[in-house]
């Protein structure tokens, strides 16, 4: 059923404003995907039950699944691709890929930007708050250890960043 | 993949304007508020609205108003929002623990009260795709004849799978209804009925704008609940208890709310009128649990046993009431949630 795009949103995607005409049915992750070609933001169950196209929507941590594009005029999105700046990785990035954090990788994007917005909130999260606040991301590969482990990893190189300057 | 159905899309941005909408639509229309419910509702074609009226343009329905003398909180408040706010204490813990415990961290972020009150009934053999429906000639809550549940029963047995609700009744909440022609005022007890399809009395072209709560000077509440694992999951039985005590700690008003166990969550009327003029005791506990217990009554339309589920509900409920005279149930509760919980 590929409707016509007869939709048009402005919004900020990654720091950038975009303008994206599509289909009005399509809810924020298909947008992404389909119509910007990012497709960082993966697509899991569809239905609200595994976390993997979690996105920030106004630096809160969504599922665009279940977000309607029609609804992001004038929001700021924030995906896995908008991690990175100056062409270095986010400290999460570093330390997912070097303590194994990642291993299919399908749910990685979703976790990332999960707990960047844990970290952003709560510099210092203990590991039952990061445990809560990943409780909404299935991942099948790694039994989460490493991952918790990661998110501490990089919640220390983040707090020796801001020390050094 | 599960696109969703076309609608059309409208946004108002006053309550007015908003039912206007739907008395003129009529029951083709739905508020969307978080979407958590509707939308995978409409990708499994479960709910086909002809058009989706966003409340998310409606400043009025995110204002909340908390204190002493009594409260007043927008439909639009987020599940979040509430949980984290910590006037949401003393009084209200149970619907702050309740909105903590529904789903994920994300779809928290996105679900709303109002849509957490509203949402629609649960069954093993109606949340499913469209073809797993097909493929069993439907039920009896859409498209279908027969109530796979209770192939001899002429009533939808869904289950009332809301939060929120059991955890406000206990706090004797109110709901504000509003429709073109005015405005109603209804106590949540008197919200729900015990029928699957039409779980709520909520009419076509009312919008749910806010819940009120009198003063809960001197109350102390508490809620529980059973899922599998310590997140994503609905309930499949959960308990919400309030009371007044007194400064020697008697019981001067009690409610106990019973919820996913019927198509609309239980006020156990017998149980809480037990409780009044006696202290929390271990033996009256014991009594108001094995009372309240008796009027659960789960079908096989869930996740986990229901006689296993009819079984724990006296001690869901005595969970409660130690909770509430004071115990240290830290370590109950992180065998069903699994992380330590600031609540």
Known sequence: MEAERTAQIRFTLNGEEVDVFFAPYKTLLEVLREDLGHTGTKHGCELGECGACAVLLDGKPVLSCLVLALECSGREVLTVEGLSADGRLHPLQDAFADLGAAQCGYCTPGILVTAKALLDANPHPTRDQIREALSGNLCRCTGYLQIFEAVEAAMIKIAEKKTEA | ?343
């Open chain 2, 1 to 343: 993949m599960m696109r969703l159905p076309l609608f059309e899309f409208r946004a108002p941005q006053t309550v007015l304007e908003a039912v206007r909408i739907l008395d003129g639509e009529g029951p083709k229309a739905m508020p969307l508020a978080g979407g958590t419910d509707l939308l995978p509702n409409m990708k499994r074609r479960q709910q086909v609205p002809k058009a989706l009226m966003s409340l998310n343009h409606i400043p009025e329905l995110h204002q909340k108003t908390l204190s002493d003398s009594g409260s007043r909180l927008g439909a639009c408040l987020t599940l979040s929002e509430i949980a984290a706010d910590a006037g949401f204490r003393n009084g209200m813990t149970a619907l702050a623990q309740a909105a903590s415990f529904v789903a994920t961290p994300q779809i928290r972020n996105m679900a709303t009260l109002g849509g957490n009150l509203c949402l629609d009934t649960r069954c093993n053999y109606y949340d499913q795709n469209y073809e797993w429906r097909k493929a069993i000639g439907f039920c009896l809550k859409k498209d279908g004849d027969t109530c796979w549940v209770a192939p001899s029963s002429s009533k939808c047995m869904a289950v009332s799978s809301t939060d929120t609700a059991p955890a406000l009744m206990a706090l004797g909440a109110r709901v504000r209804l509003v429709s073109r022609l005015g405005e109603r005022e209804v106590p949540l007890t008197e919200l729900y009925q015990n029928d699957g399809i039409h779980y709520i009395k909520r009419r076509p072209n009312e919008l749910l704008t806010e819940v009120l709560l009198d003063s809960l000077r001197g109350w102390k509440s508490a809620y529980w609940k059973l899922r599998r694992r310590g997140s994503f999951d609905f309930p499949v039985l959960s308990v919400a208890a309030a009371a007044k005590l007194s400064g020697t700690g008697v019981v001067e008003a009690a409610r106990i709310v019973v919820g996913s166990v019927a198509c609309l969550p239980l006020v156990a009327r017998e149980a809480s009128e037990l409780l009044v003029g006696r202290p929390l005791n271990q033996g009256t506990i014991a009594e108001a649990a094995a009372l309240a217990a008796r009027i659960a009554k789960p079908l096989d339309n869930t996740d986990f046993d229901m006689t296993w589920r009819k079984r724990v509900t006296a001690e869901f409920v005595t969970y409660a009431l130690r909770e509430l005279r004071g115990e240290d149930m830290r370590g109950e509760r992180l065998l069903l949630t699994r992380h330590s919980s600031s609540l």
